[in-house]
């Protein structure tokens, strides 16, 4: 049987990771998307193959879109969002044209992941990407001062986030906002309070019923589409996966994603399973949402998180943190032999590892956020290794 397909995600040309390097972890294929092109914009079959070119050229392939991005006219069902939708379906035959086949997208409002520190130093020294519940709710309620915010925080981080924000420097105040408000990966937008509060002031009569509605009304139009050329869409869950401020969530436990992949019944509406994203909630049971919601599976994050008991959390070492790792791609492989014996669907599911430490060996060099290089090698190298030991383990029952 094949073993999961091992990629990597690589931001382009402006990557301090090079194909290269990549080619040397042991990687097969490319993560990738075209970044310098704005959201909603079409993507050209041009700019696509170059893309193809570049990576193959080094003797990789381009394995996975991440992401091909949703204009928040379609998120917000604004009277723009046909147009868009419309850009988005050509973009996706143009990718089927180039021979690409997985597309991950998310549908967070605004903003993508977030975290709160960038380098939360761990007892190693190495620097993880952490979220801190007081921090953000001391910039929910006394920065942003969102009306309300107050009421989405228990005492005990109200009281925190108090003396967190009396304790912080200027500094650290500034550095917590262009954390929080950073924009879409592989660009270096940050947006400033009044622009956020515009966005929030739209969100406003927008909640979590009517964001699925907007989710299915785009899955309507573009699944057909991405059914045609034989691409597979596969959803990410919201990170963190709860509602932060005052933004609505609809990707973030089994029953979300559940009804997502139930709007449009077919092989292409799929899964970005994200263990780092999903395991932020200690409710969320990753080992139980495989073995029901697998076939819907497209595209793998593996990544670790610790939990911490305020509901904060930071990204922890692949295979030593609050998520069951072992109990998790013990679940894939089930799930791939499943797919083995039916012989009816896509056996080399992709997968990454996603995020890693900072480490000393890659100081100086200038990563995106939580995508270092020996950090996110190790993780392979781990996770590799622990497929390995179960398909062994496997073989002698």
Request: aromatic residues 10%; proline residues 4%.
């Amino acid at each position: 049987m094949k073993k999961l397909l091992q990629t990597w995600r690589w931001f382009g040309p402006q990557d301090a990771v090079t194909l290269d390097e990549i080619k040397q972890t042991g990687a097969e294929g490319i993560v990738t998307a075209l970044h310098h092109i704005p959201c909603g914009d079409v993507w050209e079959k041009e700019e696509i193959k170059k893309r193809v070119d570049a990576i193959e050229e080094k003797g990789l392939k381009w394995s996975v879109v991440e992401s091909l991005n949703i204009h928040e006219s379609i998120k917000t069902g604004a009277v723009q969002r046909d147009e868009m939708i419309e850009k988005y379906c050509i973009s996706l035959k143009n990718l089927a044209a180039c021979g690409l086949k997985v597309v991950c997208y998310n549908f967070m409002p605004v903003l993508d992941w977030t975290r709160t520190h960038l380098k939360y130093t761990l007892k190693d020294s190495s620097e993880a990407l952490r979220y801190y519940a007081p921090a953000l709710a001391a910039f929910d309620m006394f920065m942003l001062k969102r009306e309300g915010a107050e009421k989405d925080f228990s005492k005990s981080v109200r009281d925190k986030a108090a003396i967190y924000f009396e304790e912080a420097s200027n500094s650290e105040k500034e550095r917590l906002q262009n954390t929080i408000m950073a924009g879409l990966p592989g660009t270096d937008e940050v947006f400033s309070i009044p622009e956020f509060q515009q966005f929030l002031n739209i969100y406003k009569k927008i909640d979590h019923a009517k964001l699925q509605e907007n989710l299915k009304y785009f899955l309507e139009r573009i699944i057909p589409t991405a059914e045609s050329v034989g691409i597979k869409m596969c959803i990410h869950p919201d990170d963190p996966p709860f509602s932060i401020l005052g933004l609505p969530r609809i990707a973030s436990n089994e029953n979300d994603l559940k009804a997502i992949v139930e709007m449009v019944d077919s092989p292409s509406n799929g899964i970005t399973f994200c263990t780092g994203s999903l395991g932020a909630n200690p409710k969320n049971d990753l080992p139980g949402m495989i073995a029901r919601l697998g076939k819907h599976i497209h595209f793998i994050h593996l990544r670790n998180v610790k939990w911490e008991d305020d509901g904060s959390f930071h990204e922890a070492d692949h295979l030593n943190g609050s998520v069951n790792m072992f109990a998790i791609m013990w679940g894939l492989i089930k799930e791939q032999a499943k797919r083995n014996a039916s012989a009816k669907a896509v056996v080399d599911i992709p997968m990454r590892p996603d995020h890693g430490h900072q480490f000393s060996f890659d100081a100086g060099r200038n990563f995106y956020p939580g995508y270092s290089a020996i950090g996110r090698m190790r993780g392979l190298a781990e996770l590799r290794g622990l497929e390995s030991g179960i398909r062994g383990m496997l073989s002698f029952t």
